[in-house]
């Protein structure tokens, strides 16, 4: 049975492949590691057990940016209790220079090179030393998404240095990157998406309550026979 945790996720990124540039100024270094096998952990047991297709992490690090990201991605994790799939991020960022806040981008392809969507983690620590993505920073996931997920393209969008200046990635360049890697996505693709409801329960009453209305609607509109 194969089953995934935080700790075997990090042992994945143990070693990395670095790619060769792309049609950009050279400052965007890109780095391959192993993100582990497909097969995830459902409440009924496991799906893609049959696949051979490991998930695949690239980090894109710019040059120029205050920091430097290491061995970052995300992949999904059953919550038993809860029945329900996060997706959960791991990585380093390390300032070289004394930061207040940072955020980090998660741009999730499936199989086919389609985004699924992108996710944001802002963390606002004063430091000098490595910045840690916890496991709490976490999303909630369906299944359809957690099982689909193949690819994860992680880089950091913004930093805001100890001293107030705020260093913004290049959406074109980062964009531009990722043609190179097989994957579908514009500069709009890199922007996060806002987070979705994932709780079966709140989704069936929410569609009923809408079924109801355009029903009630619907008898309005129908004028009464004489």
């Known amino acids: 049975m194969i089953r995934i945790t935080a700790a075997v996720a990090v042992l994945f990124l143990c ?24 097969a995830i952990r459902t409440s009924n047991g496991f799906l893609n057990q049959d696949s051979s297709i490991k998930r695949k992490w690239y980090v894109m690090d710019d040059a120029n940016a205050p920091v430097k990201l290491e061995r970052a991605g995300v992949f999904p994790r059953l919550e038993e209790k809860e029945n329900v799939h996060y ?17 980090v981008r998660f741009v999730l392809f499936d199989v086919w090179g389609d985004r699924l969507r992108t996710l944001a983690v802002t963390r606002l620590t004063d430091s000098s030393t490595h910045v840690e993505l916890r496991p709490i920073d976490r999303w ?13 393209v992680a880089f950091v969008a913004r930093v805001r240095t100890a001293e107030g200046q705020v260093w913004t990635f290049d959406p074109a360049k980062v964009a531009s990157r990722m043609l190179g890697l097989g994957v579908i996505a514009g500069q709009a693709d890199l922007a996060p998406d806002q987070q979705r409801m994932v709780d079966p329960t709140l989704i069936y009453w929410t569609y009923a309550l809408r079924s109801k209305d355009q029903s009630a609607r619907n008898a309005k509109a129908v004028p009464p026979r004489e």
């Open 87 to 103: 997706l959960v991020p791991v990585g380093t960022v390390a300032p070289k220079e004394a930061i207040s806040a940072v955020e």
């Open 15 to 38: 070693v990395g492949t670095v790619l060769a540039q792309g049609s950009d100024d050279g400052s965007l270094q890109v780095t391959e590691y192993d993100g582990g096998s497909v």
């Open 140 to 152: 909630p996931a369906l299944e359809s998404e957690a099982s689909q997920l193949v690819t994860v």
